[in-house]
């Protein structure tokens, strides 16, 4: 039995022959195999016996043949490049295909060869007293396979993130994010597999959002009542998407993985659900007219002369939104020309801007409009007549644009 040829295969390839001596295959008698079995306690002898590297069953009544795998080892590698380049075999994993999408790629069996399974494989054969023995039956298999539940679990989350949409409406109109946008924000972790989205192309994406809609510090036309149009200097008023909170929300929508149409995170004022953030209702301050006009769904409700900032304190043109509003009130500052600071009690008071401009009554102008501003002018407010601000707070409301031009 020991110069018995075997000839050793992988698929197509004849490696050559070796004899089952050189594997190191050795008959036994039974009576060894009782001899090391009384000398081990209990049950323990076969697990010892099969530990020591040489497997063996009884083949012929009264022989056991063994099999010295490290010696069957370096038989195997006398053949010319028998342990090189193996590859290992290969995981089923997720791949995009372009045209097609993400699909799973099967996994996909290699040349390496895995120990256990070749020793088994050599012992089966030298068992059976083959002369014959292919070993790609002893290749390594892959970890993950294509039928793997947690890679097609995978699979699914990601066709549904991918099939999905989100309609932004914004300001009248319609912005979808497709889902070939989506695809092209999706990344997958080579190391875990786990799907997630660019956040720096999506925040990138809200910023050309913005640039396309968002008012927050353009300058604006303006239909004024006695000057026809006007262009309106940036001020307060104006809103944008909020990109953080927005990308936050948009990330929640595509692990939901469901369409969606909403509006977006908004942030500012005059956001109407147009591109036009004064609309129809406003307040409009002319300097150059000293009038104050009220507009409530396009209708002129109230008009009164007014008076604006002395040259050196003049008010400040732009498009603002009243963000504060108290009666009474006190205005508290400093006045640049008494170089002094002051406190100065008023009924009411209307904030519209970042540096202290607003719209509040002044019973201490002798007279409004006219050239009133030019030797008694305010330090920036709006100063207008106790008789009317009681009607103008009134009208006016939390975020109400005032646009003040010259």
């Given at each position: 039995?020991?110069?018995?040829?075997?000839?050793?295969?992988?698929?197509?390839?004849?490696?050559?022959?070796?004899?089952?001596?050189?594997?190191?295959?050795?008959?036994?008698?039974a009576?060894?195999?009782?001899?090391?079995?009384?000398?081990?306690?209990?049950?323990?002898?076969?697990?010892?016996?099969?530990?020591?590297?040489?497997?063996?069953?009884?083949?012929?009544?009264?022989?056991?043949?063994?099999?010295?795998?490290?010696?069957a080892?370096?038989?195997?590698?006398?053949?010319?490049?028998?342990?090189?380049?193996?590859?290992?075999?290969?995981?089923?994993?997720?791949?995009?295909?372009?045209?097609?999408?993400?699909?799973i790629?099967?996994?996909?069996?290699?040349?390496?060869?895995d120990e256990?399974?070749?020793?088994?494989?050599?012992?089966?054969?030298?068992?059976a007293?083959?002369?014959?023995?292919?070993?790609s039956?002893?290749?390594?298999?892959?970890?993950?396979?294509q039928?793997?539940?947690?890679?097609?679990?995978?699979?699914?989350?990601?066709?549904?993130?991918?099939?999905?949409?989100?309609?932004?409406?914004?300001?009248?109109?319609?912005?979808?994010?497709?889902p070939?946008?989506?695809?092209?924000?999706?990344?997958?972790?080579?190391?875990?597999?786990?799907?997630?989205?660019?956040?720096?192309?999506?925040?990138?994406?809200?910023?050309s959002?913005?640039?396309?809609?968002?008012?927050?510090?353009?300058?604006?036309?303006?239909?004024?009542?006695?000057?026809?149009?006007?262009?309106?200097?940036?001020?307060?008023?104006?809103?944008?998407?909020?990109?953080?909170?927005?990308?936050?929300?948009?990330?929640?929508?595509?692990?939901?993985?469901?369409?969606?149409?909403?509006?977006?995170?908004?942030?500012?004022?005059?956001?109407?659900?147009?591109?036009?953030?004064?609309?129809?209702?406003?307040?409009?301050?002319?300097?150059?007219?000293?009038?104050?006009?009220v507009?409530?769904?396009?209708?002129?409700?109230?008009?009164?002369?007014?008076?604006?900032?002395?040259?050196?304190?003049?008010?400040?043109?732009?498009?603002?939104?009243?963000?504060?509003?108290?009666?009474?009130?006190?205005?508290?500052?400093?006045?640049?020309?008494?170089?002094?600071?002051?406190?100065?009690?008023?009924?009411?008071?209307?904030?519209?801007?970042?540096?202290?401009?607003?719209?509040?009554?002044?019973?201490?102008?002798?007279?409004?409009?006219?050239?009133?501003?030019?030797?008694?002018?305010?330090?920036?407010?709006?100063?207008?007549?106790?008789?009317?601000?009681?009607?103008?707070?009134?009208?006016?409301?939390?975020?109400?644009?005032?646009?003040v031009?010259?």
């Amino acid at each position: 039995m020991a110069e018995r040829p075997l000839n050793v295969l992988e698929g197509e390839r004849a490696w050559g022959t070796v004899t089952y001596q050189a594997l190191g295959v050795e008959v036994e008698a039974a009576e060894a195999l009782a001899d090391l079995k009384q000398a081990q306690e209990g049950s323990s002898w076969l697990t010892s016996f099969f530990g020591r590297s040489v497997l063996g069953v009884e083949a012929e009544a009264g022989e056991v043949v063994s099999l010295d795998f490290e010696q069957a080892k370096q038989a195997l590698g006398e053949f010319e490049g028998f342990w090189r380049e193996r590859v290992a075999s290969e995981d089923a994993e997720i791949v995009f295909v372009e045209g097609e999408g993400y699909q799973i790629q099967a996994d996909r069996l290699g040349t390496r060869l895995d120990e256990e399974r070749l020793q088994a494989q050599l012992l089966e054969v030298v068992e059976a007293g083959a002369s014959m023995v292919d070993l790609s039956a002893s290749y390594q298999t892959a970890e993950v396979t294509q039928a793997d539940e947690a890679l097609t679990e995978r699979l699914d989350q990601i066709q549904a993130a991918t099939s999905m949409s989100i309609t932004l409406q914004i300001a009248g109109y319609e912005e979808v994010i497709t889902p070939e946008m989506i695809l092209s924000w999706l990344i997958i972790d080579e190391v875990t597999g786990e799907l997630y989205f660019d956040e720096a192309l999506i925040y990138e994406y809200l910023g050309s959002l913005n640039e396309a809609y968002a008012t927050y510090d353009d300058y604006r036309y303006f239909e004024s009542t006695l000057q026809g149009g006007v262009q309106l200097v940036p001020g307060t008023l104006g809103w944008s998407i909020d990109r953080e909170s927005e990308l936050a929300w948009i990330l929640e929508d595509l692990y939901a993985g469901e369409s969606v149409v909403r509006e977006p995170m908004i942030v500012g004022s005059g956001y109407n659900g147009s591109l036009d953030d004064i609309g129809s209702s406003y307040i409009e301050v002319d300097i150059l007219n000293q009038t104050m006009f009220v507009y409530l769904e396009g209708e002129l409700v109230l008009s009164t002369p007014v008076v604006t900032g002395q040259i050196g304190t003049t008010t400040i043109p732009g498009a603002y939104s009243i963000w504060n509003m108290e009666t009474p009130s006190e205005l508290v500052g400093y006045n640049p020309r008494t170089e002094r600071d002051y406190v100065q009690p008023v009924q009411y008071w209307m904030g519209f801007d970042d540096t202290g401009q607003g719209i509040h009554d002044a019973n201490w102008q002798p007279y409004f409009g006219g050239d009133a501003y030019l030797t008694n002018g305010s330090l920036g407010c709006v100063n207008t007549p106790p008789d009317v601000m009681p009607l103008v707070f009134e009208y006016a409301y939390m975020g109400m644009p005032v646009v003040v031009f010259e």
